[in-house]
Every structure is written in structure tokens, then in C-alpha cells.
């Protein structure tokens, strides 16, 4: 008997010397597939208020125990008897109790934990249930038994902050804040309200806000007077590219525009219609040497040909896309200096690029820092899209602490940081 003890806890990798295993056996119900059983004896060698040995067995308990296992189509179930004992010395009534499961549960530590390993994948929560033998139910319990271990203190800030948004539960968005340098999240809340964002940064320490430097954002106006009432040392960033997003896109407002005041059948049309792409890349990275045929135009020209003929086409149009390359140069030579006679520009532009200048030059400061500091909310935007991902695997979440829980677990995984101290039982 020893031995088979010894030989199924080496199996099971089970280590609490105060169960015994007597057998095992496989058990195929009139409904269901066929599963293992492991039946064991669970034994309580002292009283657990006393310490007392002096104890009377009054019986077992029996439960049946969920394991992990190899083969999902063979669940595992250890069948275990706890002794209940009565104390002579203290008169009081225990039962036997071991690491390898909770009180009143049946569901084993091991699964769990091994439940809480495969929640740091993209993977839904059903094929979770469905490989460990468990239901859904279970899954959302153990993602919902790690969510305080997130709770952050209040007396630290890194020094490079990035400020965003994401879409979350309901539609509604939610706002993030990761460290600019080690791209870690510092937190995630509810609704990006001023007033909550106030009240949330309100409570770090003076210390721990006077060591922000830089936040960098997008052209939210709000986040701004954020920063200016909590980080009292903090430059506003205006991420790189929201600058570019919103000259791109006045540019390509203005060809449609320019291109609806030809005929379809013209060549103007189908030059400005077509390659709309082109009139957005950089003008250093078209094709200038080798023509090709486009049966659009019925030409055979090169991409830079496509674009110039293109712009000749409207004077504002050409202005604003020499503007916008002007931009491109500035701003990966990082020139400040050209980047703000190019806001301060007195070209004729589409009506919709002079908005998206003026709103620079209300913000020149923080754009002229985000030309001249290599930070950026690259890394932010590359976390949203995983989120992304996060909520497309589990078809939406309508429970907001169960998002954020697991979005930090599958960060937790994505880091790479080692073993996990949240698989820590």
C-alpha cells in the first residue's frame, strides 16, 4: 500500500503527507465520458486549536475533487475522505483540511492556478473551462479572486507619463496611463472624466507628482489642464502622430473636395481618385524612375508624375501639399525652428488644414515638444490594440473589473517577466 501511495502522489505531484491514496480506477457514468478516480484518505494527526494528539475519529467526509490532467477528454478526480475528529482536551470539533484544496471547495488549488496560468493568453474563457473540466463559472471566479492584487500605491509617479483612451464595456471609453519609458501600466479607470482623473492623480503625494516630467498626449484640451493642476514639473507632449493624423486628413478632405469639381470620365478625376494613397506618403519614398500603366488614366506614368499632375490640378491643393511635406521634413529633423513657420504659414490652404493649424498654434508649445523629444504614445497605442484583442477573443466584456483584471494578467504574460508572483498560491 506504501508504495502505490508513493507512486500516485509522485504522479500527481501531490506532497501533503497527511493524505493516502488507496486506489484508483477508471469510472464511466450511464451519461458522460469516462474520467479517472483516485480515492485517498485525508487524516488530521492533531487537534488544529490545541495542537492537542489526543483526539477521537468520528467518521469521514467525503468530496470529490477536481485535478488537473494531461488529457482533457480523461478528467481527473481524486476521491477524498476527510476524517472529522473531536479534541478530548479543548472538546471541540475539526475536520481535516490541506493545501491541495480549500474548505468547502472541490475544485483542487492546482486547477486553479493552472486556470489563472492560461488567463495571461488570448483565449477565451469558454475553451479555458472546456480544457480544465471546469465550468465558466469557475474561470470568472479565479479571474475575479486576483483583481485586488492590482490595487497601486499613491506615493510613486514615473517620470514619463502618455495619456489615451480605449473603448471598453458598453462602448463607453476608458482611460490608461502607462509609464512613457518602461511601457508598464500605472493604471486604468473607469471613464476619462476630469473630474475623476483629478480626484485619482489628486491623491499621489506632492513628491510623487513633482517627479512627472513629460506627459505626452493626444490634442485632448482637458488632459492638458490636467497636467497643469496635478505635475507641477511636467512638459505637455503632443504625440507625433495625431499631429500627422489630422494634416493627412484635412489634405485627403481637400483632394475629394477638389476631385468632385471634375467630371468622372475626366483624367483630373481619375488622377486625384484612384492613387489617393500616394498624395499621403512622403514624397522622398514614391516611385520616380519606373513608369506603370494604369488603366484608369490610360497613362503610363510614375507615382511622382501621378502626384504632381495631381496637385496641378487646384493651387490650394498644391499649397497644402507642399505644406504637409514640409511638415514630414521638420519633423523627422526634429527643426522646431521650420516646424513653427510652417503653422505660422500665410499659404492658401483648405479650410479644414487652417483649422488643424490654428489648433497647433494654440498648442504650440506642447507640439514643438513633441517634435523636439523622442517620446510618443507609440507604446499606447500598441496596448490599446491589444486590449483590442483581449475584447475580441472574450466577444465583449459587460463587467469592468473583470476586463481590467484580465488585461493586467496578459500584460503580466506579455512582459515576460518570469514566473508570476500572481501564481502564487
Known amino acids: 500500500m506504501s508504495s502505490l501511495n508513493d507512486y500516485i502522489k509522485f504522479v500527481l505531484d501531490i506532497e501533503d503527507n497527511n493524505i493516502i491514496f488507496k486506489d484508483y480506477f477508471y469510472k464511466i457514468p450511464e451519461a458522460g465520458s469516462k474520467y479517472k478516480v483516485y480515492e485517498a484518505e485525508l487524516i488530521q494527526p492533531a487537534c488544529p486549536f490545541c495542537g492537542s494528539v489526543d483526539i477521537i475519529h468520528n467518521g469521514h467526509l467525503k468530496t470529490n475533487i477536481r485535478y488537473i490532467t494531461a488529457n482533457a477528454s480523461t478528467p481527473v478526480v481524486i476521491r477524498l475522505f476527510k476524517q472529522r475528529v473531536k479534541c478530548r482536551d479543548c472538546s471541540k470539533r475539526s475536520m481535516a483540511q490541506s493545501s491541495l484544496v480549500n474548505k468547502y471547495c472541490s475544485i483542487s488549488n492546482t486547477s486553479k492556478l493552472k486556470i489563472l496560468s492560461a488567463l495571461t493568453e488570448d483565449r477565451s474563457m469558454t475553451s479555458i473551462a472546456r480544457e480544465h473540466n471546469t465550468s465558466v463559472n469557475t474561470v470568472q471566479r479565479v479571474l475575479a479572486s486576483c483583481s485586488h492584487r492590482f490595487i497601486d500605491g499613491y506615493d510613486y509617479l514615473p517620470e514619463h507619463l502618455a495619456f489615451d483612451e480605449f473603448k471598453g464595456v458598453d462602448r463607453k471609453l476608458h482611460f490608461i496611463?502607462?509609464?512613457?519609458?518602461?511601457?508598464e501600466v500605472i493604471q486604468i479607470l473607469r471613464n476619462r472624466f476630469k473630474k475623476n482623473l483629478l480626484k485619482y492623480f489628486g491623491r499621489f503625494t506632492l513628491k510623487a507628482r513633482a517627479n512627472v516630467k513629460t506627459v505626452t498626449m493626444d490634442l485632448n484640451f482637458y488632459y492638458?489642464?490636467?497636467?497643469?493642476a496635478c505635475f507641477p514639473n511636467a512638459q505637455i507632449i503632443i504625440d507625433r502622430f495625431h499631429m500627422v493624423q489630422m494634416l493627412t486628413r484635412s489634405l485627403n478632405s481637400l483632394r475629394v473636395a477638389t476631385m468632385k469639381k471634375f467630371d468622372k470620365g475626366t483624367r483630373e478625376y481619375s488622377l486625384l481618385k484612384s492613387p489617393w494613397k500616394l498624395y499621403l506618403k512622403k514624397f522622398d519614398?514614391?516611385?520616380?524612375?519606373?513608369?506603370?500603366?494604369?488603366?484608369?488614366?490610360?497613362?503610363?506614368?510614375?507615382?511622382?508624375?501621378?502626384?504632381?499632375?495631381?496637385?496641378?490640378?487646384?493651387?490650394?491643393?498644391?499649397?497644402?501639399?507642399?505644406?504637409l511635406?514640409?511638415?514630414?521634413?521638420?519633423?523627422?529633423?526634429?527643426?522646431?525652428?521650420?516646424?513653427?513657420?510652417?503653422?505660422?504659414?500665410?499659404?492658401?490652404v483648405g479650410a479644414l488644414m487652417h483649422k488643424t493649424l490654428l489648433t497647433f498654434r494654440h498648442n504650440l508649445k506642447a507640439v514643438l515638444n513633441g517634435a523636439s523629444l523622442s517620446y510618443s504614445n507609440g507604446c499606447l497605442?500598441?496596448?490599446?490594440?491589444?486590449?483590442?484583442?483581449?475584447?475580441?477573443t472574450a466577444y465583449g466584456y459587460s463587467n469592468f473589473i473583470n476586463l481590467l483584471t484580465r488585461i493586467r494578467l496578459e500584460e503580466n504574460k506579455i512582459k515576460e517577466k518570469g514566473s508570476s508572483n500572481l501564481l502564487i498560491a
Open 325 to 348: 511635406q514640409d511638415f514630414f521634413t521638420a519633423l523627422d529633423k526634429h527643426d522646431t525652428k521650420s516646424m513653427k513657420e510652417i503653422i505660422y504659414s500665410k499659404e492658401r
Open 285 to 323: 519614398d514614391l516611385e520616380k524612375i519606373h513608369p506603370r500603366y494604369n488603366w484608369h488614366y490610360k497613362d503610363s506614368l510614375t507615382q511622382e508624375q501621378i502626384v504632381m499632375e495631381g496637385i496641378g490640378c487646384n493651387d490650394v491643393l498644391d499649397n497644402s501639399y507642399n505644406l
Open 177 to 183: 496611463c502607462l509609464n512613457g519609458e518602461t511601457h
Open 224 to 228: 492638458q489642464d490636467i497636467v497643469r
Open 381 to 392: 497605442e500598441g496596448f490599446n490594440r491589444k486590449i483590442k484583442q483581449i475584447e475580441r
